[in-house]
């Protein structure tokens, strides 16, 4: 498919090993935060979501993070698979909840 | 598992026709979503429908566009006097409930030559 994101960056990852892929956000008012996986040419796909009264939540293979101090959210995702090839977003809704706010997204590239 | 459909997937127009994109939420869900992504940028919010009216539109959303649940089961978007610039993937969402996931479709790829 064509590719999105030729100008995102990219994180570059050999099978197997662990990935982390970061996204930083403004408001300090947000309360819940989302990850999407976007594979080439398909919509984005919900991965985890995490609540601002959390710091950390686990899924299968994928773990986030969420640092309120310094307003910073991480995406761990655990032996890295060729199929994790994709570009990861960070989304938080507004207050009402009736709108997502995307952040610029990170290519991940699996090398096998 | 139920998934969000979108029709066409791909739509070429000549600039100055109107399009109309159009998507089947998830059956049980009450709030629909437009978003769209121009190459190489992130997903932008369009519009957000609920009970049969706009819930929230960002500033792109302007009298271009227009959005309307002909019936039970469709969701479309309509926009009008396309220019270059409309040159994107149109993505629907949907969801059960505020705040909760949202699920999207394949997208529509729209070309304005």
């Known amino acids: 498919g064509e590719s999105v994101g030729l100008h995102l960056p990219t994180l570059s990852v050999q099978e197997g090993d662990n990935s982390i892929i970061n996204c930083a956000y403004s408001?300090?008012?947000?309360?819940?935060f989302i990850w999407y996986k976007q594979e080439s040419g398909k919509g984005p796909q919900f991965i985890i979501d995490?609540?601002?009264?959390?710091d950390k939540r686990q899924g299968q293979r994928v773990t986030v993070l969420l640092n309120k101090t310094v307003k910073h959210l991480s995406l761990q995702i655990a032996a890295t698979q060729p199929g994790d090839s994709a570009v990861y977003f960070c989304a938080e809704p507004n207050n009402a909840g009736n709108m997502l706010t995307f952040g610029g997204g990170t290519r991940l590239m699996v090398k096998p | 598992e139920p998934e969000v459909t979108q029709t066409p997937s791909h739509q070429v127009t000549q600039m100055g026709q109107e399009v109309i994109l159009r998507c089947v939420p998830i059956s049980n869900h009450l709030y629909f979503y437009w978003y769209r992504q121009i190459l190489g940028q992130k997903v932008e919010f369009l519009v957000s429908?609920?009970?049969?009216?706009?819930?929230?539109k960002s500033e792109i959303f302007d009298d271009q566009f227009s959005v309307e649940r002909p019936d039970g089961s469709n969701f479309t978007l309509k926009i009008r006097s396309t220019k270059l610039e409309d040159s994107a993937m149109y993505f629907c969402?949907?969801?059960?409930?505020?705040?909760?996931?949202?699920?999207f479709g394949q997208g529509t790829r729209l070309t304005v030559v």
């Open positions: 969402a949907s969801t059960q409930g505020r705040g909760t996931e949202a699920f």
């Open positions: 408001n300090s008012a947000s309360d819940y």
């Open positions: 429908f609920y009970n049969n009216e706009i819930s929230e």
């Open positions: 995490i609540r601002s009264n959390m």
